[in-house]
C-alpha cells in the first residue's frame, strides 16, 4: 500500500510539473523574487511563462523582463570588479530602458552607490565630453559606440586615462568607416573646477 501511495503521489507531481501555474501567477512569482533579489529564480518563472504560454500578452512583458535582469547583473558584475563608471552607466540604462521593470527603483539605488564608489576611489570628474572636426560622425554616433564597447567614458563618470585612449580609438574607427581613412585624433583636457575635467577630442 506505501509503494502505491507513493507511486500516486510521485505521478501528481510530474502531472503538476507538466502544468505550470498561470502566465499571471508565474509572473507575480518572477516579480516577488526579484524583489527580494532571487534573480535567479525570477529569470526561471519567466521563462517558463515565455516557454509555455507564448501566446500570451504577459510572454512578451516577462522576455522584456529578462533582459531587465541579464543587464542588472552585468551591472552588478561591475560593481565586483570595481568598474564603477560603467556599472553607473548600465544600472541607469536599466531604470531608463526599463522604467516599469521591479527591478527599475533598484537600479537607480545600484547606479547612485556606484556613483558615489566612484567618486570615494578618486580622480577627476568628467564634466563635459565634445568632437571636433569629425566631419560625418554625429557625436551621437560616437557616444552610440562608447556604450557598445563598453568604454566607460561619461560625463559625470571619473576620467580613467586608459578609456579616453579606447574612446580615441574608436572614433577613428568610425571615421574610416565614414569613408575618412587614417583620422588622427587627438585628445585636449580642459581643467574645470571642483575636480572635473572637460575632454575634447579633435579630428585632424
Known amino acids: 500500500m506505501r509503494c502505491s501511495a507513493l507511486a ?9 510539473a507538466s502544468q505550470p501555474a498561470s502566465p499571471e501567477a508565474l509572473y507575480k512569482t518572477a516579480v ?34 529578462i ?18 563608471g560603467s556599472a553607473t552607466v548600465t544600472f541607469r540604462t536599466v531604470a531608463q530602458v526599463y522604467p516599469e521593470s521591479p527591478l527599475a527603483r533598484q537600479a537607480e539605488a545600484a547606479g547612485r552607490s556606484a556613483e558615489r564608489m566612484e567618486e570615494q576611489a578618486g580622480g ?15 557625436a551621437s554616433e560616437i557616444l552610440d559606440r562608447f556604450q557598445e564597447r563598453e568604454v566607460g567614458l561619461a560625463v559625470d563618470q ?6 579616453v585612449d579606447q574612446a580615441r580609438q574608436l572614433i577613428a574607427q568610425l571615421m574610416a568607416e565614414k569613408g575618412v581613412p587614417n583620422a588622427d585624433v587627438r585628445v585636449e583636457l580642459h581643467a ?13
Open 8 to 16: 500516486t503521489v510521485l505521478l501528481a507531481g510530474c502531472a503538476w
Open 158 to 163: 571619473t576620467y580613467h586615462p586608459e578609456e
Open 124 to 138: 577627476p570628474i568628467v564634466r563635459a565630453l565634445t568632437f571636433r572636426n569629425t566631419g560625418p560622425v554625429r
Open 32 to 65: 516577488r523574487h526579484e524583489k527580494r533579489g532571487n534573480l535567479e529564480q525570477a529569470r526561471q518563472n519567466l521563462l517558463w511563462l515565455t516557454s509555455y504560454y507564448a501566446e500570451s500578452p504577459l510572454a512578451i512583458r516577462a522576455r522584456d523582463e
Open 192 to 204: 574645470a573646477p571642483n575636480n572635473r575635467v572637460r575632454i575634447e577630442f579633435i579630428v585632424r
Open 67 to 84: 533582459g531587465a535582469i541579464y543587464l542588472f547583473e552585468d551591472g552588478q558584475a561591475r560593481l565586483r570588479d570595481g568598474r564603477y
